[in-house]
């Protein structure tokens, strides 16, 4: 028996879309911030498989998918999410900076790891041994994630004491040597908003060693330009 022809595609209407397709879609980031950021208190406190029936009733995934997503899932929520300090408009910005790159790191690990399952189940192994050894590895990626948010949330803690000694307007100050990122020596002397973060961060978090920190304003400073990214915005 003839196996028949799909409906022909309406005019206008957009082409079929692969289950997956919605691991890079910025609507499922912003509901997995949400859910990791307590903004669904309910649903976090009952754990991840909570989680998942919640994203179930608004996006497709395949099963591999929702496995895997389920897997980053639970590691990602077996330690806390860095808090940036008691208040503050600086701390209010790089949290909920910190939700949404913890968000896309989940979609980026999800991505990884079923890839690694797949590439697994097509050479004919053991796909649960390659999703174990994929979670291992984003462990330690997960690592660097964490401290790079509790980097954040304590450079926007330092920006809101000075804030509350010296106004919203304040001073960049970069300790200049020969270790001094080229960033950093670009900012030194110049002047930043804490109710504005910089593009580069807030002094003491543009990288891992970072050494600014914030001061009274330079007379005469440069603004450095800042605009809170879209997606940090909206989660």
């Known amino acids: 028996m003839t196996t028949p022809a799909p409906p022909p595609q309406q005019p206008g209407q957009p082409p079929p879309q692969q289950q997956d397709d919605a691991l890079d879609d910025t609507a499922l980031a912003l509901a997995i911030a949400a859910l990791l950021s307590g903004a669904t208190a309910a649903v976090a406190a009952a754990g991840v ?26 590691m990602v929520t077996e330690k806390p999410h860095p808090v940036a300090g008691a208040g503050g408009q600086a701390s209010a910005q790089v949290s909920r ?34 999703l174990r050894d994929a979670l291992a590895t984003e462990r330690g990626y997960y690592q660097l994630h964490l401290a790079a ?19 919203d307007l304040l001073g ?37 060693s970072c050494r600014c920190l914030p001061s009274a304003p330079w007379p005469g400073g440069k603004l450095l330009p800042g605009s809170a990214p879209r997606f940090a915005r909206a989660a």
Request: overall charge positive.
């Open 49 to 74: 498989a909570a989680m998942i029936a919640a994203l179930k009733l608004r996006f497709k995934l395949s099963s591999a998918a929702w496995q895997a997503l389920g897997a980053v899932l639970s």
């Open 97 to 130: 900076l910190n939700a949404a790159r913890r968000a896309q790191y989940v979609l980026a690990a999800t991505r990884r790891v079923l890839a690694a399952v797949k590439e697994a189940g097509a050479k004919g192994g053991s796909p649960g041994a390659a």
């Open 149 to 167: 948010m509790a980097n954040r949330a304590a450079a926007a803690a330092e920006t809101d004491a000075a804030a509350g000694k010296y106004g």
């Open 172 to 208: 960049w100050k970069s300790v200049l040597d020969s270790r001094t990122s080229a960033e950093c020596r670009a900012a030194h002397g110049k002047n930043y908003l804490a109710s504005r973060m910089p593009d580069i961060g807030f002094p003491g978090a543009v990288h891992p």
